[in-house]
């Protein structure tokens, strides 16, 4: 029998180590399994599947996980990213959770960063989606 993390075609005695993307947790079978979503296999011959940490995401198959977006997040086990609510974004790729908008800056629900706010507006909270008009005088 094939040992875990490779497999054997029909009745052939050759055994052969699953590929990149791919893995095999039992021994003596014919095929191996995609790696599942939220998980990557990123070496030849593997028994089981890594997961994704918080900050990123994988497809089925892969060999790797991707980071999130800015104002994107994700937990661990990630199949895709979620965008960060609106007054709120992630500062960097990769992140684990959004963090609210400082004072000055606005975000409406999406993906992106925090944005300035434009001459003649502001804000004078954390977390805010839009500025709002600034008294002339």
């Not at 908008?101 to 944005?115: F, Q």
């Amino acid at each position: 029998d094939c040992a875990a993390g490779t497999y054997s075609q029909m009745a052939s005695h050759n055994c052969t180590a699953c590929p990149l993307g791919e893995f095999q947790e039992d021994p003596g079978k014919s095929t191996c399994e995609l790696a599942h979503a939220g998980y990557h296999v990123d070496e030849e011959g593997a028994a089981a599947q890594s997961p994704c940490d918080a900050g990123t995401f994988s497809t089925m198959g892969a060999t790797a996980c991707e980071d999130c977006g800015i104002g994107e997040y994700s937990s661990k086990n990630a199949s895709s990213c979620t965008e960060c609510g609106a007054g709120e974004s992630s500062s960097a790729t990769g992140a684990s959770a959004c963090e609210p908008c400082e004072a000055g800056t606005y975000k409406p629900a999406g993906k992106g960063p925090c944005i300035d706010c434009p001459a003649a507006t502001y804000t004078d909270e954390k977390g805010q989606s839009a500025c709002k008009l600034a008294e002339p005088g």
